[in-house]
């Protein structure tokens, strides 16, 4: 039983606090995003899916091109074209090639797609409620401000002053990270 014991304290020792807070980061956005992806299930829509048409909602009339579609999604999208098929063969979204370059083919949310989403809406709004509700109000708050820090010091955001000041990074953060950058716009 000893054995046992201290078999079970030897699988919950990380090497640093680090890398437990990590991993913990890891595993509750993990338990979020499977959250998420069932009630979007019913919809017979996923998590990815809904993030582009969004993304195409908030880029009405122009379009987008399926880098710039790509360079906006939360998180990368490996095969961006093969999602914009699967939601173009739902009838969700258009695509056309560009009249100057026929390399170029932009991406525009269809009547279809909009109407999906108005459906959408209610229950992505939900979620984050449902969810974190167990959090308080400054427990959000803090969160939000810890993730933001932790997430610039990875260096692969740069995030606008008025989302992080200069004293929430690390005294060894470089300039570029502490003058104020503009993130690339998600639009909703």
């Not at 200069?166 to 953060?173: R, S």
């Amino acid at each position: 039983m000893a054995a046992t014991s201290q078999g079970s304290e030897q699988a919950r020792s990380f090497s640093s606090p680090q890398e437990e807070t990590l991993l913990q980061l890891m595993r509750s956005a993990d338990c979020l995003h499977r959250a998420l992806q069932q009630r979007l299930k019913p919809f017979g829509i996923t998590a990815n899916q809904y993030n582009v048409l969004r993304i195409l909602r908030g880029a009405r009339p122009g379009g987008l091109t399926c880098s710039a579609i790509g360079r906006s999604m939360i998180t990368p999208e490996p095969d961006i074209t093969r999602l914009l098929a699967r939601l173009s063969a739902q009838k969700l979204l258009c695509q056309q090639r560009d009249v100057q370059d026929r390399r170029v083919v932009w991406t525009h949310i269809s009547a279809q797609g909009l109407e999906a989403l108005a459906k959408l809406d209610g229950v992505v709004e939900q979620a984050p409620r449902e969810l974190l509700q167990t959090l308080s109000g400054a427990e959000l708050k803090e969160l939000t401000r810890l993730l933001k820090k932790a997430r610039c010091c990875g260096r692969d955001e740069i995030l606008p002053a008025t989302e992080l000041s200069a004293t929430d990074l690390p005294a060894t953060a470089g300039p570029h990270l502490r003058r104020s950058t503009v993130l690339h716009h998600r639009p909703e």
